[in-house]
């Protein structure tokens, strides 16, 4: 079925990769525009993180205004590439509201809200920000992966003060096209001025992941799970 940034889905269909044992972490993993969950399960042996289980929704199909109106898997319409551009508000919240129902199914299975990890990369980044910065409970991190910061006005008014205690990784590419520098740039200044802990990081790449982002991604998660992760 298609929806509209106006017709959320009750849930959202995911791919769960389990831990080996008992799971005490999780990782919520957002992809980015146009790709689905399958676009990082690749990367979870490369982490090797123990006792960890990792969550990848599927993005609700909607038709998306900068690619003609095709239908896709987007977490919001995007209209432009610009940070002035107008924002699809309704779509940004209704997908906040699908993920924080999949932090919160995970709370219900028995893992702490401080023990889960939301991730993304591109527009799913823009959602983990945004998501994570405003959740009434304690992060085991926030990771943002070629970002920029959706409803940047609003945060101000609608962040959790605690999340300021909550680690937040970022990484962009210096050669970024998409979403180029400047917009990680400014949303981690944003960040750091607003006394959030962000641990950034920069590679000589395009719109893309690295290995050297991905060895980065690891040690901060390991240092986070710690004594938990594997070494």
Known sequence: MKTTASTPMN??????????????YAVIWLHG?????????????????????????H?????????A???MRAWYDISALSLDAKEDEVGIRDSQKLIE???????????????IFL????????????TG?????????????????????QLVTELNSQQKETPVFMAHGMYDMVLPFLFGQACKMMLDKLGFQVEWHEYAMEHCVCPEEIADLKEFMQN??????LT
């Not at 849930?11 to 005490?24: D, F």
């Not at 993005?59 to 900068?66: C, G, L, Q, S, W």
């Not at 910065?133 to 006005?153: E, K, Q, T, V, W």
């Open 119 to 130: 991730v993304g990369f591109s527009q799913g980044a823009a959602m983990a920000l945004h």
């Open 133 to 153: 910065l405003r959740y009434p409970d304690p992060l085991a991190g926030i990771i943002a992966l070629s970002s920029y910061l959706p409803l940047r006005n």
């Open 59 to 67: 993005a609700p199909v909607r038709p998306v205004t900068i690619n």
């Open 11 to 24: 849930t959202l269909e995911k791919i769960i990769k389990e831990s080996k044992t008992s799971a005490k």
């Open 33 to 57: 525009l146009g790709a689905d969950g399958h676009d990082f399960e690749s990367l979870v042996p490369e982490l090797g993180l123990a006792d960890t289980r990792f969550i990848f929704p």
């Open 69 to 71: 109106g095709m239908f």
């Open 101 to 115: 129902q999949l932090i919160e199914e995970q709370v219900e299975l028995g893992i702490d809200s401080k023990n």
């Open 224 to 229: 986070v799970k710690r004594p938990t992760a």
